[in-house]
């Protein structure tokens, strides 16, 4: 009889971003987030609140392994960004 597999599930992250329209080239910061699997090595710089830079140079690093996959605006200072960890 054969063994099943598990089937690894694919590394998600959701974020939500917006720019304070008062400042002039104000960074663009976290709102929100969601993970589904694991975001590592890269979790401690997922947080509400902090530049959206940092947690995308991390993410997209090669060491990481995430990919993105939508970049969209729903505004003129707001957004989505969704990564996947590529298997």
Not at 22 to 37: E, K, Q
């Amino acid at each position: 009889m054969a063994r099943a597999k598990a089937v690894r599930q694919t590394d998600l992250v959701l974020i939500s971003w917006s720019q304070n329209p008062l400042v002039s080239r104000a960074p663009r910061r976290i709102t929100a987030l969601r993970v589904i699997g694991s975001s590592f090595p890269c979790s401690d710089r997922l947080t509400v609140g902090t530049p959206l830079r940092t947690a995308l140079i991390c993410l997209l690093a090669v060491d990481s392994g995430f990919n993105l996959v939508v970049w969209k605006r729903t505004s003129s200072i707001s957004g989505y960004i969704l990564l996947q960890r590529k298997r």
